[in-house]
């Protein structure tokens, strides 16, 4: 039996839940066939993961896949010391201390990293490029998932680029429309939203608010890109779904996480929207179409 403890609503991320199952197969497990998954859902609401993974504790599952976010992987550690737990996040779980080691993670603990939030200066450079006008940008975080510190750095980091990032906190639905508001009120330039499952659960509002304000925004996932954003870059999440799908099989066949190394992407794509830039009246630099792996047109 598997446990699947996830901070946002499935929904949200269906496509990256079917690539696990397909990783899951890919390993010789399939649900309903000859394994049982209980899902945990968090529907938004961090503090409720701890509950959630102390009852898949209870419930003595074999191994604990979590999804979505550093919390989801924080409090399946926080449960348990023993029952193999396999995390997707986009955080780096060495900064996060999550483990401490990629190569070789001790404990019960091994997975995915996304490294989405070590793409956060690169991303502000990218957008740069693309409004070199812009030297306010604006920074949407749910600081659920972040601490203080680490967007404080990710703020001295980007000045150093000549750009001024303005944090503001969305972490829950009644606070979008204010708080990108605010941010169009402290003349920011374009936005850029950091990695996170709510927000990407909210990218139909957040793509519909870019749009109606006419500012560029740059995503952490093409997900935002296919419905009308306009640039995004990132590792492929789908593929990095899978591949914990199939730690997940390789650990019910007895593998333990302390021999499994913690799998990092080893290719990004840049995704631009050139419909979305065409009518935000932006003219892409050649040089970053050249760079495309992918425009939408």
Do not use: C, W
């Not at 529907?43 to 896949?65: F, G, Q, S, T």
Request: glycine share 6%; proline share 5%.
């Amino acid at each position: 039996m598997i446990g699947f403890l996830s901070a946002s609503r499935l929904d949200a991320y269906r496509t990256r839940v079917d690539y696990f199952h397909r990783g899951l197969s890919e390993a010789g497990y399939s649900e309903g066939r000859n394994v049982i998954v209980e899902y945990r859902v968090a529907e938004d609401h961090n503090d409720r993961l701890p509950a959630l993974a102390a009852d898949l504790v209870e419930r003595k599952v074999a191994v604990i896949a979590t999804f979505s976010n550093f919390a989801a992987a924080q409090a399946a550690k926080g449960a348990t010391g023993t029952i193999p737990i396999v995390f997707v996040m986009g955080a780096n779980p060495l900064r996060s201390k999550i483990v401490t080691n990629l190569a070789r993670p001790e404990g019960n603990m091994t997975g995915v990293t996304l490294l989405a939030s070590e793409l956060i200066p690169k991303n502000s450079s990218l957008l740069r490029e693309v409004v070199p006008a812009a030297t306010r940008i604006g920074f949407i975080v749910n600081y659920s998932n972040y601490t203080k510190d680490f967007v404080e750095s990710v703020v001295i980091q980007v000045r150093a680029l000549g750009v001024e990032l303005l944090p503001v906190n969305i972490s829950n639905q009644t606070e979008i429309d204010e708080r990108f508001e605010g941010l169009i009120r402290q003349q920011a330039g374009a936005i850029l939203v950091s990695p996170d499952a709510f927000l990407t659960a909210q990218r139909d509002r957040l793509v519909a608010l870019a749009a109606r304000y006419s500012i560029p925004a740059l995503y952490f996932t093409r997900d935002f890109v296919e419905i009308g954003g306009l640039i995004s870059y990132s590792s492929d999440f789908n593929v990095m779904f899978g591949h914990a799908g199939v730690y997940v099989g390789r650990i019910l066949k007895g593998d333990k996480p302390a021999d499994l190394p913690v799998l990092q992407p080893i290719k990004f794509a840049l995704v631009i929207n050139l419909k979305t830039a065409k009518a935000l009246g932006l003219t892409i630099p050649p040089t970053l179409l050249a760079r495309a792996d992918e425009v939408i047109e």
